[in-house]
């Protein structure tokens, strides 16, 4: 993809685990475990899994929240992995994260004008007459306006506080947004609100995100492309319309045929996935997915299947896709 923004290149995150009277290193947990991924620039790519399958810790390494075992990650072509001190900081304008629950992401201690400031004033953006101006026209952006100014975030709804910290997010007038949940924590009908703000900001600012869910519906009105992941690895990856409507990968059919259908009366088959997630300390041998695979054969024990071109721009990771 040469118009990649984001090139992820066999991204690894593994988290120490020690154990006996002198902590040794004795295991570690493969949180992300080679993941390859491209982001266009100007794309919303989903990210949707259950829940402890790397998701979130695949989005915040790439961001350098938290620093990768080994792997690559480029943004804009630059290597962000081997970056350091001002360099970093600097790159780091580009690039935002919107978090899952804004009752934790926002000082309850500082003052709505205070906490979209913040980036401004970190990153010596704006002089110190124009910060108020430009936060104003922040949350003036996400619908909010001066009166909210001088309030603190238990004065707001979840669905407020959400614009709030977009607001911070677009502060440094970014290319590239981590959308981390950022819908989980609220009611529906302001879930429907919130998704409609961030899809009119991508066009409004040519925003790149990667959307992290555990929400398929979600992830099929917001996104571009959709990848899927199961304990550390991508197994699928496809356009929105591709996957939906011809999911290839045995945990991805599952996945989506658990979505409601609001009609009593149709007769879809519901895949229910047997035992319970594996544990990534000691993930299964070879395709990850076999232990609760109805189709798995021999060879899906014995051999890792890698991601598999199909010829419509959809991959899949999965020795008998051509069959199920």
């Excluded at 939906?244 to 895949?271: K, N, V």
Aim: contains cysteine.
């Amino acid at each position: 993809m040469s118009d990649a923004l984001l090139d992820i290149r066999q991204l690894v995150k593994y988290y120490p685990v020690t154990g006996g009277v002198f902590r040794r290193h004795v295991a570690d947990v493969k949180a992300v475990d080679g993941v390859d991924l491209k982001i266009a620039r100007g794309e919303c790519m989903g990210l949707v899994g259950e829940s402890g399958c790397g998701k979130t810790t695949l989005g915040k390494t790439i961001l350098r929240l938290h620093e990768a075992t080994s792997g690559s990650v480029y943004f804009d072509q630059a290597e962000l992995t081997r970056m350091g001190g001002r360099q970093l900081r600097s790159i780091r304008q580009k690039m935002q994260i919107v978090f899952q629950d804004p009752s934790n992401s926002l000082n309850p201690r500082m003052l709505v004008k205070d906490i979209v400031a913040e980036p401004l004033v970190a990153q010596h953006l704006v002089g110190r007459r124009g910060i108020e101006d430009r936060v104003r026209e922040l949350l003036g952006v996400v619908g909010m306006g001066e009166g909210h100014l001088k309030r603190y975030p238990h004065e707001f709804s979840g669905g407020q506080r959400q614009r709030i910290a977009i607001a911070r997010a677009l502060a440094t007038s970014p290319q590239f947004v981590l959308m981390d949940e950022p819908t989980s924590a609220l009611d529906v009908s302001v879930q429907a609100q919130i998704l409609n703000l961030l899809k009119r900001l991508q066009a409004e600012f040519q925003l790149t995100y990667l959307f992290v869910t555990h929400h398929l519906l979600v992830v099929k009105y917001t996104s571009d492309r959709i990848a899927v992941m199961y304990l550390g690895k991508i197994v699928e990856l496809a356009r929105t319309a591709e996957l939906f409507r011809q999911p290839l990968h045995p945990y991805t059919q599952a996945l989506l045929s658990a979505i409601p259908i609001p009609d009593p009366e149709t007769g879809r088959e519901r895949i229910i996935l047997t035992g319970d997630v594996p544990n990534p300390v000691n993930p299964p041998k070879a395709c990850r997915f076999h232990p609760r695979c109805r189709h798995a054969q021999e060879v899906c024990r014995e051999v890792e299947p890698q991601l598999e071109e199909t010829g419509t721009g959809h991959v899949v990771a999965c020795h008998r896709w051509r069959e199920i």
